[in-house]
């Protein structure tokens, strides 16, 4: 028994549509693949970034030459150890770019004053500068000082540091630090380092992980400080 030419052109519309919607429903499913791939890029690009900045932290050091940490609302800038010294490192938002600059290491009082004074003028393509992330929209830094989270531009958080606390700091410490500890003899009123810091970054689409990320992250101890 045969099939007229008609039967035979129905069957092959319906094959075509069969094919149409099985191909549709193979790119969708490729689709979502390639975005939950790049999804799961940039959350470990995130995770890897934070991670950095937490390592950062956990080695500031306050040389009592510059200040160990200071944040403006745009750019955080620390003296971290480094191997045999100390370098400054500054991270900073530039139109939406989440950046990390570091200085070369020093053990030398001028040149540390020299790059603390530099990392104030950074445009963002400086040598030792890296985009450690893009698409973030806000950054937002916040100091855990006295048992509470405040902001960290404010001035009223001083510690003094006197003549043992520096004697007791140089003798952990780098040359650079050592160096400096008659500038802590003279119970000069500095900024005192927070115990933790609160980043909260507000990512767009640019960054493949929108929405808001918050860590709180803990600094060195300082033998240094009240």
Known sequence: MGFTLIEVLVSLLILSVLAATAWKGVDAMSSARQVADGNLKQTLRLQSVMAQLEADLAQVMDTMVVAGMQFDGANLRMTRRSGAGVQVVVWSLRQGRWQRWASPVTSKVGELQ?????????QGKEAGTLTALQGVEQWQVYCFRSGAMSNCQSTGNLAQANAAQAKQAAAAATTTAAAAAAAAAANLSRE????????????????G????????????????QN
Request: with cysteine; hydrophobic share 45%.
């Open 114 to 122: 020299d790059f603390w004074a530099r990392s104030m003028q950074l």
């Open 192 to 207: 005192q380092l927070p115990s933790a810091i609160r980043c909260r970054l507000i990512l767009g689409e640019g960054s």
């Open 209 to 224: 992980v929108s929405g808001m990320v918050t860590r709180d992250l803990l600094l060195a101890p300082q033998p240094n």
